[in-house]
């Protein structure tokens, strides 16, 4: 009998003997006409990469790789040249986008860690918990919300992704997997469905979450609520577990290309090639032309794995542009079509602007959002974006406890402290945008930054960003609980 998930509580539902045949009857453009006329708000999908570096793609600055149909959604849609996550890390980044606000000010300062035995000393964040964030407010506005992928904001109620919004999950509840093929994470399945472990699945975990997305989609177009997607690719993060006759086939294609770029390479046209399946079925479902689609990246490349971040200083976990910037486009067919703009933004805008382009009030969220619309630039309407101090931050741990990494940002002048024992440094990123040199630190525009960067960090000080004692718990006893045997070593 064919099977099929519910997408409301995601288990496994038999299709009745009656309901298949009469399934099949209706035809995919009539079902498709009417859901479209039903939805009067636009579908919302949102594809985060991981560690996808400014430059890598073939349209950014990538000249080893090929990804048309990301590529595609740079041309029809808006292109931000000059679009920024709110940190150099992942669990910040995904708050910052997710709430509106800066990552240290939810309550996330750097790694959500729960995995090993001292991980409760090198975890840097807990989301605030009053503050209703994107898949709740969607939820809350008719929206059937869906997390196909990375959530790495929490391991335990009140921040697991069903907690928080999303009445689907299935994908990696922390930050990584060890094993693109086996779905595991120190030797226990990290493929979640929901609040349990998932039944083992075979295949690629790129390809596994493009298929669940697609039939999330599949299934939302024949309701007649909106839907809300967050498919939150693991890839191009490490391990750069690529599949090996794709590998090979970069390798012919691009003579003197390093086994590791290969690799990395590979793993972002795979996403390519699942947004190309994405696309696809909205086309084919006849929602494409009522879905609102953002394509971006957590947070810069990573050096170890050979990423590109274009023309810029510096890789994921810097303060350096490398670090910060990230590709983001945007699309909803006949709303926001073939533009580009170099007006800055950041992740924690996308809430305001997702606001603005529903028609949903700001306040219905009960923190105090700091992003701000920046629907009119989508739209091609004159908008000043730049006149403001934009917040790059990320806590660490090092050897002597942990360490803290700010970057401040107005007009041009960009206030650096990377490392916390290094001097602070100033660029212009007018005549210096490779951070090369730094400038006098003295002088009305280095005091203000100054200033504003203490100030900044007086504020989130004052904002816990630890997991409480009785809400921590460690790796192997949540899989556990949750279904999941250890696998492997
Ligand atoms: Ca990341």
Redesign the pocket.
């Given at each position: 009998m064919k099977k099929s998930i519910c997408i409301l509580c995601g288990t496994a539902v038999a299709m009745t003997a009656s309901a298949a045949p009469a399934a099949k009857a209706a035809s995919a453009a009539s079902a498709a006409k009417a859901a479209t006329a039903a939805k009067a708000r636009p579908n919302v999908i949102i594809i985060l990469a991981?560690?996808q570096g400014y430059g890598d793609l073939s349209c950014m600055y990538a000249r080893d790789m090929q990804t048309p149909n990301i590529d595609g959604l740079f041309s029809d849609g808006v292109r931000m040249d000059n679009y920024y996550s709110n940190s150099a890390?992942?669990s910040p980044?995904r708050a910052a986008l997710l709430t509106g606000c800066n990552s240290d000010m939810a309550g996330v300062q750097g790694v959500i860690r729960n995995e090993d035995p001292n991980s409760y000393y090198e975890n840097f964040g807990h989301l605030n918990p009053k503050y209703t964030i994107l898949p709740q407010l969607l939820k809350k506005n008719g929206y059937t919300t869906a997390l196909i992928g990375k959530w790495h904001l929490g391991y335990a109620s009140p921040n697991t992704p069903n907690d928080r919004g999303f009445d689907l999950f299935r994908g990696i509840m922390g930050g990584m997997m060890d094993d693109y093929y086996t779905h595991t994470r120190k030797g226990y399945p990290a493929l979640w469905l929901n609040k349990t472990i998932a039944p083992p699945v075979k295949g690629h975990i790129t390809d596994v979450l493009t298929d669940y997305a697609i039939d999330f989609v599949r299934q939302s177009g024949k309701s007649e609520k909106p839907f809300f997607l967050y498919l939150a690719y693991n890839a191009p993060?490490i391990p750069l577990d690529a599949p090996k006759d794709w590998v090979e086939r970069v390798k012919q294609r691009q003579p003197g290309i390093t086994d590791t770029r290969a690799r990395l390479v590979t793993l972002i046209e795979q996403i390519d090639a699942g947004v190309g399946r994405l696309v696809e079925e909205l086309k084919r479902s006849g929602q494409w032309e009522n879905t609102f689609i953002m394509y971006s990246s957590?947070?810069g490349g990573y050096m170890q794995s050979q990423a590109n971040n274009g023309p810029y200083r510096g890789y994921?976990a810097t303060m350096y542009e490398g670090g910060l910037r990230v590709p983001a486009a945007f699309f909803l067919k006949g709303r926001i079509e073939k533009g580009r703009s170099t007006n800055m933004a950041q992740h924690m805008d996308i809430v305001p602007t997702l606001c603005d382009l529903l028609k949903i009030p700001v306040t219905q969220l009960p923190q105090q959002v700091e992003g701000i619309s920046i629907l009119p630039t989508l739209e091609g309407r004159a908008q000043t974006t730049d006149d403001r101090y934009f917040w790059f931050m990320e806590r660490e741990a090092n050897e002597k406890g942990n360490k803290l990494q700010t970057a401040i940002r107005h007009g041009n002048f960009k206030l650096v402290q990377n490392m916390p024992a290094e001097p602070y440094e100033l660029f212009d990123l007018a005549s210096d945008p490779k951070e090369t040199t730094s400038l006098p630190l003295s002088g009305d525009i280095y005091k203000d930054l100054y200033f504003q960067m203490r100030v900044h960090i007086a504020n989130a000080g004052a904002v816990p960003w630890n997991v409480p004692k009785d809400e921590y718990v460690y790796w192997p006893d949540m899989v556990e609980k949750a279904g999941g045997k250890k696998v492997a070593e």
């Open positions: 991981d560690d890390l992942s980044a993060h957590d947070n994921k």
